[in-house]
């Protein structure tokens, strides 16, 4: 999309905004602004979260999209509502969460009680110069994503001091103009996400008849008109009548892997490729993201897999999600979570790859705690 440009620009002076139009000006949150978090306050006991209350009790958990979801939000009583007299929301407040994950932002709306705040959000609220429509567009801009990351403290967990975020600059255009820039983000944003999602459904789409055409080509083979049979297997359905069954175990053969002692230097940062999940993100594989020695595989505490092999993950987060199946180019290692399996006489080890992927769901369904493939599946071969 092109967007129009102003006739004249002019430094800012701030080092996350660079230009901005001549005619705009530049203010800190500090001086313009109505800034407050909930102070002192050492949390509720889980008896006082409540279903229906007083008042709403809002957190980052709470925020829907660009406002709150009033529905979601748990309850508590008249007394802890006046707690903190000065974090009592208003429809038009502008809201942002200063813990953990900092900047996720909602506009108060259709507020048909009273509502406060948890102690992870700060209350935005125009004093001068602004309307929140605006500033909560301000904020989701690389600008601030810039200060944010100049000025966030803490390592794991991060956290959005009040003074520091009462330093944050930004540009003030015309209360008119600022409406209209409000306008114009919600109109075409909406649009953008409305193909996004449109998108993702044919990503999907496309997933599922990816999976059934894999699925189809390695149980019912390329030819509509041949003769067919009962497999004798309930997931598999009829095969060609020329195609024998038989139990994957016997087909092939399995490697586990493992990995050498970290301490021992020697076994490291050498030109041996070691594969783990991370690197099973292709259908191919010729090098990983780490490398053991030949001291590592010498020594025992490393074997290698031949170039040929199929590398399956048996165990790890990543199957809840996918079933990842390699074929390797190269000879490597691999460790303890992925099993390595060589196709024996009479089957092709690229046949035996998409025969993984094409049963991907049967597969997880038998995978067991110890990570063996040999019972995930049933065989067919031709």
């Known amino acids: 999309m092109s967007l129009p440009r102003y006739p004249q620009y002019k430094d800012s002076g701030v080092e996350w905004l ?173 649009k953008i996400d409305a193909l996004i999602s449109e998108q993702e459904k044919l990503l999907i789409l496309l997933s599922e008849k990816r999976q059934a055409t894999i699925s189809h080509a390695v149980t019912k083979g390329l030819n509509p008109d041949v003769p067919m049979k009962d497999s004798g297997v309930k997931w598999l359905g009829d095969v060609p009548e020329h195609w024998r069954v038989s139990p994957l175990k016997y087909l092939v053969s399995l490697k586990s892997g493992g990995t050498p002692s970290k301490e021992n230097l020697e076994f490291w940062d050498g030109d041996v490729p070691w594969a783990s999940a991370k690197d099973l993100k292709s259908e191919q594989l010729a090098d990983t993201i780490d490398h053991i020695t030949n001291v590592a595989i010498e020594s025992g505490n490393a074997s290698l897999i031949p170039a040929g092999s199929v590398l399956v993950v048996v165990r790890g987060m990543i199957l809840a999600r996918i079933f990842p199946v390699v074929e390797t180019l190269v000879p490597m290692a691999i460790n303890q979570d992925l099993k390595g399996v060589q196709a024996l006489a009479g089957l092709h080890e690229s046949f035996l790859a998409w025969l993984l992927r094409g049963s991907a769901n049967e597969s997880l369904c038998r995978l067991d705690e110890a990570g063996h493939p040999s019972s995930t599946v049933n065989r067919v071969t031709h």
């Open 18 to 190: 660079v230009n901005i139009p001549t005619s705009w000006d530049v203010k800190r949150i500090k001086h313009t602004t109505y800034l407050k978090g909930r102070v002192g306050w050492k949390g509720l006991t889980s008896d006082e979260y409540l279903e229906r209350g007083y008042a709403y009790l809002v957190t980052g958990t709470d925020f829907s999209e660009k406002f709150i979801n009033w529905n979601e939000c748990h309850c508590v009583e008249q007394a802890r509502y006046e707690d903190d007299p000065f974090i009592q929301l208003r429809d038009g407040d502008l809201l942002i969460t200063k813990d953990g994950t900092i900047g996720k932002l909602a506009l108060v709306a259709g507020l048909d009680r009273p509502a406060c705040l948890n102690s992870g959000i700060f209350l935005i609220r125009p004093t001068s110069s602004y309307v929140t429509e605006y500033m909560y567009w301000v904020l989701k801009s690389d600008a601030f994503k810039v200060f944010c990351d100049l000025s966030s403290v803490g390592s794991t967990i991060q956290h959005l001091y009040q003074n520091i975020f009462e330093d944050f600059a930004f540009p003030i255009p015309s209360l008119q103009e600022q409406r209209s820039v409000a306008a114009f983000l919600d109109r075409e944003t909406g």
